[in-house]
């Protein structure tokens, strides 16, 4: 199973920083209140985030007064980074793959993911290893590109667009064909794995766990019409999505 590593790559990890760094982008704006949102109390919980990047989350659930977080990425870069800005006492990050999951040995109450599993060529495998992982009433919260998101393969425009420029709807294109996508953001080979909504939901149940709750990303219109050169297509498709899973026996 391959292991992408994108993020340590010098310019698409500077490129990633810098939006981070914006007051407005995706993650901030549309993905975190929505992932939050769909948390559970973590008050003495033991959290693993996987794909934990620069740690803003792991340190919002340390903040959230969990027992211990534990944030595992692939990325020296992210990690790097997140040792030095998003530290605490019950945070512990480590280089690890999410293909390596095999070698966790302990158990969690919580197991989140954000925007990470895009990269999974297995997602089926991965469900079932977390699941493994989790304690008895344990709960998976994770967001994804959304599938119709995640379906564009860079052949096409993703929006016909007015002659100025505004967005009217999107294109969606080989929605049906899942697989490994090759498309070029930020750098010229970037890869993602498109999967159908259904073979999402399929894999998750086949896996053992209860959906208790699905979300697609949304934005508030006022804030959308604010900012239409960033945010204007966010109408027209969901950008991410997320998912609520419980090892309910």
Same mark, same amino acid.
């Given at each position: ?19 981070? @760094? ?9 993905? #975190? ?5 769909? &948390? ?43 040792? $030095? ?12 793959? /999410?293909?390596?999951? !095999? ?9 989140? +993911? ?9 997602? @089926? ?8 992982? &989790?304690? *008895? ?5 994770? +967001?994804? +590109? ?10 096409? !425009?993703?929006?016909?667009? #007015?002659?100025?420029?505004?967005? &009217? ?8 064909? *899942? ?9 010229? !080979?970037? $890869? ?10 399929? !894999? ?11 979300? $697609? ?15 204007? @297509? ?5 950008? /991410? ?9």
């Amino acid at each position: 199973m391959s292991k992408q590593n994108i993020y340590d790559n010098d310019k698409f990890y500077e490129n990633f920083k810098d939006s981070r @760094g914006k007051e407005l982008n995706f993650n901030d704006v549309i993905e #975190t209140p929505i992932i939050t949102s769909m &948390l559970p109390d973590l008050n003495g919980k033991t959290v693993l985030d996987i794909g934990c990047g620069m740690g803003q989350h792991a340190l919002q659930y340390s903040k959230s007064d969990a027992k211990s977080v534990l944030g595992i990425d692939i990325s020296e870069k992210m990690l790097a980074y997140a040792k $030095e800005n998003n530290s605490a006492a019950n945070i512990e990050y480590r280089r690890m793959a /999410f293909e390596d999951l !095999d070698e966790l040995e302990q158990k969690f109450d919580v197991i989140t +993911s954000s925007l990470a599993f895009d990269y999974v060529e297995d997602f @089926g495998k991965l469900m079932k290893r977390i699941y493994a992982m &989790l304690n *008895e009433n344990g709960v998976c919260v994770f +967001s994804m +590109s959304h599938p119709i998101a995640t379906a564009y393969d860079g052949v096409y !425009d993703r929006y016909t667009r #007015t002659e100025k420029g505004e967005r &009217l709807y999107a294109n969606l294109h080989n929605y049906g064909i *899942e697989g490994l996508r090759h498309i070029r953001w930020v750098v010229d !080979d970037y $890869e993602v794995y498109h999967r159908k909504v259904s073979t999402l939901i399929n !894999d998750i149940a086949a896996a053992g766990f209860v959906i208790q709750e699905c979300q $697609e990303s949304k934005l508030p219109e006022e804030i959308r019409l604010a900012h239409l050169d960033l945010f204007g @297509g966010v109408i027209h498709q969901p950008d /991410f999505i997320f998912f609520r899973c419980s090892k309910c026996k």
